[in-house]
């Protein structure tokens, strides 16, 4: 089970990298002739997969990324990421700062309806914030509003939120999925918003209206004859419940799914023939994510600058990435997204050179001194620890495997444990009872990463679980997330990266490529710095090409 | 007899009762917790505070034998509560749309192992070490050494893929609702052939075998002499006097498989897409909602607490011995 | 096993059982796969744990006599030495199931009365808990190894035996020959070990023999929830798991671990019950022999 961050998971789907300039090729394949495409037409069904059910129907207070990718087709927020990763109107037509940096004024589009008719306005925006920092609001994304000082509705169609310090990450906030205030007042000032109806029947403003969930089964959508934007094009979604990759995969051959994301295993090897070709197109882009390999700073083994490096050295990263994803993602050098306005990629890098490490794990006092072929310290006891990461997730393990080998070979030796998720983090990574691990992030489009980075993040509930505490970086972080002057933020960030990767406090792997499988027949997939699903609602199949019924 | 079943009933009620404390006590004990992943445990939006506030709103901050005596009365008015999973349904509403779906496959891939468990063991045991013989052994035990996703991927490949025949996963078309009456039963029937036969397969080896052993020791007896040596046609004598004792220990084993018969695989399910209980249970185990797991054991309990009792009951009654020492004890 | 008494009995045994052709070439397996298993680091070509990421999912070949597997380790060396995982696996739950068993049935088969009603609450309990959640529950205490999964295997699994142990005890209790020697005054320890014990032995073996490849293919079910042996050691139950996702393409990883459980489950399961048929008929001739003063 990846558990990436819900935001970046939808940002993944609506928008993907780069920023201008920084162009990283987007790969996208076709066999069936473009020419005579056919004009856009409504209709047809969409047939995705998805390996999980949805939690919920009201994204706002769930956290998986299945019931944020419906989510994002039923309901909007205030702004979007278009297909540069810039943020761009969705219900929000135009948006100011002011000055300081501190209030944001947006001015919100006219005319959009609610699924059940009724008009939408600033008293929703309102309601949605007070909805979020409520108590008794089981939510995950109270943070970004915590710092809200006041939110002001100055007429229907203008919202004005004043923050108690400049908060860098504001805009991208209010990507938040708003809610009816008509229909859930009522529900939420008993905290008892996953009784309303609006779980089990949805009403948004977005481009999809909710038709059916059968747990377990499907969930099907249908188009929103009246979306502000106009009509999309494609009739129906139904999602598939699957929870099988492998059975994903045959009904992908057998075209009873019509998107698939596919494993770099299936990508290279086993999506080559000809009649897969002519039936599906692939697309490869780098996704939000990345895996890295973390210690527990307070260990004084892992204290020692030179130990991790030393690591770094002994780990050959193209051969990782070779092994573990058959080579389809990009070396991480730090913690931001290749391709984002804020990333650099000038700092120290670690190239796979055994000696060196051994050299390092020396000087930190770490030497063979009884030839068992392990190393020792001056008490003579061995280098051994354990890594341990979450079942459910290959890659992870895969990535454990090579890393215990390579240490191996300098003289570290390695256990692996591979734990169910949630004990893995209530008993040993709340209670930093860890030695290493093999986890991942996902990362937004905003590079502050505060949380995860800073001293004081280091509580039981909080992120920074490996304890890491550099005077340096905490000045970067605070300097980066409450500026709003992009120079500023680029010279921070670009600083941020170097100490980091000088530092290393954990061990960047790779972000990973997203790899889907679209259905030929539907047209008007673009691939762009965002990926492909930043427009959505303007695929369409083509008349003559429709396979299902829309209704 | 009666009273013997009176009895039985009645102590079957505080096991239930000890069933639900043990259950309580041990998934509390279990590490992790639900509010982890109701607040997207390590999403970096996600703060102390809100962590906090959902322990509190649950009752989790409680102590335990509070929390079971609550959950214990509320039960009692037949309440289960709602999942502590976000769609925050009733937890009979969510077991009560996929028991149906799993009795179902349960009960058809029941009938079929006896169907041809039944007919291989005696079959095997009249005819012992021949061909047959060690042909159905082999059968069954491929059957049963045969890892259950294999079979299914394969049976899938073959049927869904390559031919076409047979739909590859899910409980029913896209269409369905469209379709005719008759259609529509076929096509739900379709979709529940091969998980049948892959559930079926590896079932075999268990009944056949112990069917054939049970045989095999039923004939030797003397009485089945006798039979014959009252010159009985051999058809009676296996057909009715040798299968008729024979079957007694079958339905011990019976017995031993309800559980699983309610509980459903969650290697077949999530292979073929099935939205059975298997699944629901893992599920709730994962996310640790409290409800649903208790709600699920409860049910699943009381119900094989129920037919143990009635194989219990059937197992005297049938077997005169047990009632013939009952009866001497009494005296 | 039954007492033996004297060497006679053991050599009727034997007579008996070399009859069985079928059991004979099972026992010669199974010692086959536990030399196997044994000689694992002498026969193993490759190092089983090394990953070589040049030759990923590669097919059986002359350096790879089994192909390779999703990290490029070597199949034929993950086979060896996951037999020793995977025979270990086997051989200990079951045995612990087996020993629970055996005493919890035996005192509730013969005591009867309320160490019975107790004993077989206990097992309806055990029964009733979906076994994957127990050991979910367990091993998340616990820490996966293959100690721990030998043990939870063998502790969530003894309540056949039980109940067969104690069906078996209601039925022999009524037999003249028990009854007979209660009444000349045997203890009831003689009374279970001698007479009805080694009666009851034989569901018991047939269900032991089927335990083995059962407690094995449990174990490669917990592979699949990700509970199993702790990577990188090999059992057969990771292997077929680790090559689930790629039937098609890499069919030599399930293929391999899958005939060698086949193989395992066939030999075990004859060799049990080709033991079981060798004591049975003896044990009716010692039975006949007993009861004879009765009539």
Not at chain 1, 222 to 243: H, K, L, Q, S, T
Not at chain 2, 300 to 323: E, H, K, Q, S
Request: proline letters at 6%.
């Amino acid at each position: 089970m990846r558990r990436a961050s819900p935001r970046a998971v939808r940002l993944l789907l609506l928008a993907s990298l780069a920023l201008a300039g920084c162009g990283i090729d987007v790969e996208g394949r076709s066999d069936e002739p473009v020419a005579g495409a056919g004009a856009p037409a409504h209709g047809d069904t969409f047939i995705q997969s998805s390996i999980s059910d949805i939690a919920g129907l009201i994204p706002n207070i769930t956290s998986d990324s299945a019931s944020h990718e419906v989510g994002g087709l039923v309901y909007d927020g205030l702004v979007r990421t278009d297909r540069n990763l810039d943020w761009t109107g969705q219900l929000a037509e135009s948006w100011t700062f002011s000055r300081d940096c501190m209030t944001l004024t947006f001015k919100l589009r006219q005319n959009v309806r609610w699924h059940d008719g009724q008009p939408f306005t600033a008293a929703d925006v309102l309601f949605t914030y007070q909805t979020m920092i409520h108590p008794k609001t089981p939510t995950a994304y109270k943070d970004d509003f915590l710092v809200v000082k006041d939110a002001e509705v100055l007429d229907p169609y203008t919202f004005r939120v004043t923050y108690s310090r400049p908060h860098a990450r504001a805009l991208q906030s209010w990507g938040l999925n708003m809610l009816p205030k008509h229909l859930l007042e009522r529900y939420v000032a008993d905290g008892k918003l996953k009784e309303s109806p609006q779980n089990s029947q949805p009403i948004g403003t977005g481009p999809y209206r909710f038709r059916e969930w059968k747990s377990g089964e499907k969930i099907v959508l249908v188009a929103n004859p009246d979306y502000y934007e106009g009509r999309p094009y494609i009739g129906r979604i139904v999602y598939r419940i699957i929870p099988s990759q492998g059975t994903i995969f045959l009904e992908l051959k057998a075209r009873g799914v019509d998107l698939a994301s596919l494993t770099a295993l299936q990508y290279v090897r086993q999506t080559e023939y000809p009649a897969f070709r002519k039936a599906y197109r692939k697309y490869r882009y780098p996704s939000s994510g990345y895996t890295y390999f973390g210690f527990n700073l307070k260990d004084p083994r892992f204290a020692d600058r030179r130990v991790r490096q030393a690591f770094a050295h002994a780990i050959n990263k193209q051969e990782l990435i070779d092994g573990v994803v058959l080579g389809m993602a990009r070396d991480a050098t730090g913690p931001l997204r290749p391709g984002t306005w804020a990333y650099t990629n000038r700092v120290k890098r670690y190239e796979y050179d055994p000696e060196k490490a051994r050299a390092l794990l020396a000087e930190a006092g770490w030497k063979d001194r009884d030839g068992d072929g392990l190393v020792e310290d001056k008490e003579g006891r061995p280098f051994t620890f354990t890594i341990r990461t979450n079942q459910g997730n290959e890659e992870r393990k895969k990535v454990a495997e090579i890393i215990q080998q390579r240490l191996k070979e300098v003289g570290v030796g390695v256990e692996i444990q591979i734990l169910e998720w949630s004990s893995f983090l209530k008993e040993f990574i709340k209670k930093k009872r860890f030695e290493a691990i093999v986890m991942g992030w996902g990362v937004g489009t905003d590079p502050d990463q505060y949380v995860v980075w800073h001293s004081s993040q280091n509580g039981p509930d909080q992120l920074n679980h490996i304890s890491y505490a550099n005077p340096e970086v905490d000045a970067l972080l605070e300097a980066g997330r409450s500026s709003c002057a992009q120079p500023d933020r680029v010279r921070y960030y670009h600083r941020l990266q170097e100490v980091m990767a000088e530092d290393l406090p954990v061990i960047f792997l790779y972000f990973r490529d997203a790899l889907p499988v679209v259905a030929s027949r539907v047209r008007g997939v673009e691939p762009a710095p965002a990926g492909i699903f930043y427009n959505f609602t303007e695929w369409f199949v083509p008349r003559e090409l429709q396979r299902y019924t829309s209704g | 007899m009666a009273l013997f079943a009176l009895r039985r009933f009645l102590l079957a009620i505080p096991l239930l009762i000890g069933i639900t404390f043990v259950s309580f006590l041990v998934i509390h004990l279990a590490p992790g917790e639900p509010v982890e992943v109701q607040t997207g445990d390590l999403s970096v939006q996600s703060t102390a505070q809100a962590r906090q506030a959902l322990r509190e709103l649950y009752g989790l901050d409680k102590p335990f034998h509070v929390q079971y005596w609550k959950w214990l009365t509320r039960v009692v008015q037949l309440d289960f509560g709602r999942s502590f999973q976000p769609d925050g349904r009733p937890v009979l509403t969510k077991i009560g749309e996929r028991l149906p779906i799993t009795l179902l496959l349960n009960a058809v891939e029941m009938l079929l192992i006896m169907a041809v468990a039944v007919p291989i063991g005696v079959l095997s045991a009249t005819r012992q070490y021949s061909l047959f013989d060690k042909v159905t052994t082999i059968f069954v035990f491929v059957g049963f050494a045969t890892p259950d996703f294999w079979l299914a991927l394969l049976l899938m490949i073959l049927f869904g893929v390559q031919l076409g025949w047979l739909p590859i996963s899910g409980l029913r078309s896209l269409n369905s609702e469209y379709l005719a009456f008759w259609p529509q039963q076929w096509d739900f029937i379709s979709h529940l052939i091969l998980p049948v036969v892959v559930a079926t397969f590896g079932g075999l080896a268990g009944f056949s075998r112990y069917m054939r052993q049970s045989m095999l020791e039923v004939v030797r007896q003397d009485y089945i002499q006798t039979a014959r040596a009252k010159g009985l046609p051999e058809q009676i004598v296996i057909g009715k006097h040798a299968l008729r004792n024979a079957l007694l220990p079958v339905v011990t084993i019976l017995g031993l498989s309800l559980p699983g018969l309610i509980g459903g695989s969650v290697i077949v399910e999530s292979i073929f897409a099935i939205p059975g209980m298997g699944q629901l249970m893992v599920q709730a185990v994962f996310s640790r909602d409290y409800p649903l797991i208790m709600g699920n054991l409860v049910i699943v309990a009381g119900l094989t607490l129920v037919a143990n009792l009635c194989a219990d009951l059937a197992y005297g009654i049938v077997d005169p011995r047990i009632r013939m020492a009952a009866r001497r004890r009494r005296r | 096993m039954p007492a033996l008494r004297g060497r006679s009995e053991f050599r009727v045994f034997w007579r008996t059982f070399k009859r069985n052709r079928l059991a004979v070439c099972a026992g010669i397996v199974v010692g086959i796969l536990v030399a196997l298993a044994v000689l694992a680091p002498v026969l193993a070509p490759w190092d089983p744990n090394k990953p070589d990421t040049r030759r990923i999912l590669a097919g059986p070949s002359a350096s790879h006599w089994l192909g390779t597997d999703q990290l490029g380790r070597d199949v034929l060396a993950r086979v060896l030495y996951g037999a020793r995982i995977s025979l270990a696996v086997g051989f200990i739950s079951v045995g612990i199931a087996a020993v629970i068993g055996i005493i919890l049935g035996s005192a509730a088969g013969y005591h009867g009365g309320l160490a019975d009603a107790v004993i077989m609450r206990l097992v309806d309990l055990m029964l009733v808990f979906p076994r994957f959640f127990l050991l979910l529950a367990v091993l998340a205490f616990l820490q996966p190894s293959i100690w721990t999964i030998m043990a939870v295997i063998g502790v969530t699994g003894w309540m056949g035996v039980a109940r067969l142990v104690r069906a078996e005890f209601l039925t022999l209790k009524e037999r003249e020959f028990v009854i007979w020697s209660e009444s000349v005054g045997a203890s009831a320890s003689r009374v279970i070990f001698r007479h009805i014990l080694p009666n009851a032995m034989a569901p018991v073996l047939v269900a032991m023999t089927l335990g083995i490849p059962a407690a094995i293919l449990t174990e490669s079910g917990l592979s699949f929830l990700g509970l199993g042996v702790q990577p990188p050691y090999a059992t057969w139950g990771n292997i077929l798991n680790d090559g689930k996702d790629s039937i098609e393409i890499a069919w030599w990883m399930t293929v391999y671990p899958g005939l060698a459980i086949l193989v395992t489950v066939l030999s075990y399961n004859l060799l049990g019950e080709g033991i079981r048929d060798a004591l049975d008929p003896r044990l009716r001739q010692a039975v006949s022999r007993f009861a004879r003063p009765q009539r």
